[in-house]
């Protein structure tokens, strides 16, 4: 699996499919999760709703991942996972770094071969960059899956750097 960088925004990647850092309600919000859904418009919106009508109703569990289409996003599938909020009296790093592995899962699903995956959690979630990049990276790359290429697309330079570091090392 080849493990790629870009800087900028994940709602213009052409991917078999984006990772939507989404909230367990799955119904849009802000960060990564609200530029796909206004991106992606309404069609994105009414899958997500139909997932919590039916598979759904309490949410989506932290640390799982679910797909729905990409609507008018230039990627075939949106693929939505659920990151835990950073915690200093409790390790949840077991729950990000299966973020990545359902999403890698839900992804061989689809047959994705291309992924494009954001920092999960590192927004409103606090996760402090350089432990979700090594969380990020290393469960990635121990993950069996059919996916050619996971592109991590950070929207500002910062992260990049972060991850940049992280993934040479």
């Given amino acids: 699996m080849k493990v790629t960088l870009v ?20 119904l849009g919000g802000g960060g990564v999760d609200g530029a796909i859904h206004r991106r992606g418009g309404p069609d994105i919106l009414a899958a997500c709703r139909h997932l919590r009508a039916t598979t759904y109703p309490d949410g989506l569990p932290t640390g ?15 693929i939505h996972t659920a ?27 689809l047959a994705a071969t291309t992924v494009a995956f954001p920092a999960i959690s590192t ?4 996760w402090p960059m350089r432990n979700a990049a090594h969380i990020a990276i290393s469960t990635v790359r121990a993950t069996p899956s059919q996916v050619h290429e996971v592109r991590f697309v950070l929207f500002g330079a910062e992260a990049y750097a972060v991850f940049e570091q992280v993934l040479g090392a």
């Fill in 7 to 26: 800087q900028g925004d994940i709602t213009g990647q052409q991917v078999d499919a984006i990772v939507n850092a989404a909230n367990s309600s799955l």
């Fill in 123 to 126: 927004g409103i979630y606090r």
């Fill in 64 to 78: 799982q991942a679910v797909a729905t289409t990409a609507g008018r996003l230039p990627a075939h599938s949106v």
């Fill in 83 to 109: 990151g835990p909020v950073y915690s200093t009296k409790e390790d949840r790093s077991p729950l990000l770094a299966s973020c990545y592995r359902e999403s890698l899962r839900v992804a061989d699903e």
